[in-house]
């Protein structure tokens, strides 16, 4: 049989200017351009590759619906319930999502660039592949959310929970991170040149592998974190605490760490190559095989080391 017409506008328009639900309605392919869904019923219902340019859905309840490919500028989702949502490859750069319930939501393959997800609660959501530059997220919660795989250039992290989120092999120059919560964060293999940390908590967070050079971390805990391979070339870490953290075969030619407290840390093969130490703790750290030629001390804390005088 031939498929099914989508529904049209203007019957979905009447429906919802009625006050109907329209929770588990199959929307699939329908021209939804300009209508107000605000504190609408569309539980379960399907959007599939609906054109939602102006519409918005203010406080509407979209539980489980899915959103599969919809497209549409300037549409908001501001304090909307979109728990378990399917959002998968929508197109959606620059929407609004402030307040609003994305929990266990997949975002997966999205574009998203420039949107905001302010406030939004987002635990357990799915990003994976997602186009997110220029993105906005502050006061965000995504403890456990898979960003893997995104993009996320020029994107803004501010007073957001990251812990235990997955940040595998995302793409993230020049990114913007203030007073982030991010114990376990996992950003193996993440291309994170100039990015900005400021105020970071990451203890036991993981960065093997990732590119870092040129990146700056004001006053972060990164306590017993794991930087095997990365590379901090350039990179200023100044005042981190980096306590037990491990930085074997890291990448550190010209990296600042003036005043950081590296008791214990594990240098083991790294190149530290004109990196800076001054008045830094490195009581106890471990710099077997580690490049340390012209590496600057003066006034470190260098007792049980190899770089003790």
Not at 104 to 116: F, I, K
Request: glycine share 8%; net charge negative; proline share 2%.
């Amino acid at each position: 049989p031939p498929p099914a017409e989508p529904v049209a506008r203007d019957q979905v328009l009447r429906r919802v200017q009625a006050g109907e639900s329209l929770a588990g309605e199959d929307l699939s392919d329908a021209d939804l351009t300009g209508i107000c869904f605000d504190g609408c019923d569309l539980r379960r219902a399907i959007l599939a590759r609906t054109q939602l340019d102006g519409a918005t859905f203010r406080g509407a309840d979209l539980e489980g619906a899915s959103l599969t490919e919809a497209r549409g500028a300037g549409v908001v989702f501001r304090g909307a319930s979109l728990t378990g949502a399917e959002l998968s490859g929508v197109e959606l750069a620059g929407a609004d999502f402030e307040d609003s319930g994305l929990e266990r939501a997949s975002l997966s393959g999205a574009n998203l660039e420039g949107a905001s997800f302010s406030r939004a609660r987002a635990a357990a959501s799915s990003w994976m592949d997602a186009g997110l530059s220029h993105a906005v997220f502050r006061g965000t919660v995504l403890t456990r959310a898979d960003l893997s795989g995104a993009t996320l250039d020029h994107a803004v992290f501010e007073d957001a929970n990251l812990q235990d989120a997955r940040l595998y092999d995302v793409r993230a120059e020049a990114l913007v991170v203030r007073r982030v919560s991010a114990p376990r964060l996992r950003a193996d293999g993440a291309v994170l040149a100039e990015s900005l940390w400021e105020e970071l908590e990451a203890p036991d967070s993981s960065w093997r592998d990732a590119d870092l050079h040129g990146a700056t971390f004001t006053a972060a805990d990164l306590q017993r974190a794991v930087f095997v391979a990365a590379c901090l070339e350039g990179a200023t870490l100044d005042r981190v605490d980096g306590r037990e953290a491990l930085f074997r075969l890291a990448k550190m030619q010209r990296a600042s760490l003036r005043k950081a407290n590296l008791m214990k840390a594990c240098f083991e093969s790294a190149d530290l190559a004109e990196a800076d130490l001054r008045s830094a703790n490195v009581y106890g750290a471990e710099t077997w095989k580690a490049n340390l030629s012209g590496v600057r001390l003066d006034g470190a804390l260098t007792a049980m080391s190899k770089l003790a005088p």
